[in-house]
């Protein structure tokens, strides 16, 4: 079956450090894959996408995604977290079954940055 | 200026009673969708739309109802048979042809 790990519930970092959040999923082909944002009580903004080609994405407010198919992953990075990136962070596989465009949501990984 | 809305913010049920959350947008999407979101559950779809008139189950459907009127409306019903309808609501709508979903704001139901 198809699905969406997010192996971290809970994220902390310092203002400045640097950021990866983990996302495996599982499915038999090469999937379409997302990052999506949300501040909290707010709806969801698309950070990046990928879908074919260089596997090294580069999405809004500075961060980027590397897509590896060996180990069926698409981690989250950002070389400098500012505090304003504090937020819940989702990883979306896209295309499951193809040609109804659905998506499977991991369950989402919580940002806090210290000052 | 282009995008999704729902309304209201906030929506309060109570017991037995079906409530309607609105989800509008001015994209000219074809596709819409409509999910819940609980804590420490990440999204679940409720119902899917691709075309006006046409319309899908998703994951939960159970207690819920929708439409598909018009290309720029897809409500969503709350029935009385939703037994745990406390949660905050998604919409979201997809260009004809593309993969990527563009959300909403949300709505949280509360049920009093």
């Known amino acids: 079956a198809q699905s969406v790990t997010q192996p971290d519930i809970h994220i902390t970092v310092s203002e400045g450090a640097s950021l990866e959040l983990r996302c495996n999923y599982s499915?038999?082909?090469?999937?379409?894959l997302f990052w999506y944002v949300q501040s909290p009580g707010q709806g969801l903004q698309l950070l990046l996408k990928?879908?074919?080609?260089?596997?090294l994405v580069q999405g809004i407010k500075g961060f980027e995604a590397e897509f590896k198919r060996s180990q069926s992953s698409f981690n989250l990075r950002k070389p400098s977290v500012h505090w304003s990136d504090a937020a819940e962070y989702f990883c979306?596989?896209?295309?499951?079954?193809?040609?109804?465009?659905?998506?499977?949501f991991g369950t989402g990984t919580r940002l806090k940055v210290l000052a | 200026d282009g995008g999704i809305t729902q309304s209201p913010k906030y929506l309060f049920r109570k017991e037995g009673q079906n409530v309607t959350l609105s989800c509008e947008q001015n994209?000219?999407?074809?596709?819409m969708y409509w999910y819940r979101q609980d804590p420490g559950q990440g999204l679940r779809l409720i119902y899917y739309?691709?075309?006006?008139?046409?319309?899908q189950k998703g994951d939960i459907a159970e207690g819920y109802s929708v439409s598909r009127e018009k290309k720029e409306s897809f409500p969503l019903t709350v029935t009385s048979a939703q037994k745990n309808p406390t949660a905050f609501y998604l919409c979201?709508?997809?260009?004809?042809?593309?993969?990527?979903?563009?959300f909403g704001p949300g709505t949280r139901l509360l049920v009093l």
């Open positions: 994209l000219n999407h074809d596709a």
């Open positions: 979306a596989v896209g295309a499951l079954p193809p040609g109804t465009y659905k998506y499977i």
């Open positions: 979201a709508s997809r260009p004809g042809q593309q993969e990527t979903q563009y």
């Open positions: 739309s691709q075309i006006v008139n046409d319309f």
């Open positions: 499915y038999g082909a090469t999937p379409y």
């Open positions: 990928y879908f074919s080609g260089d596997t």
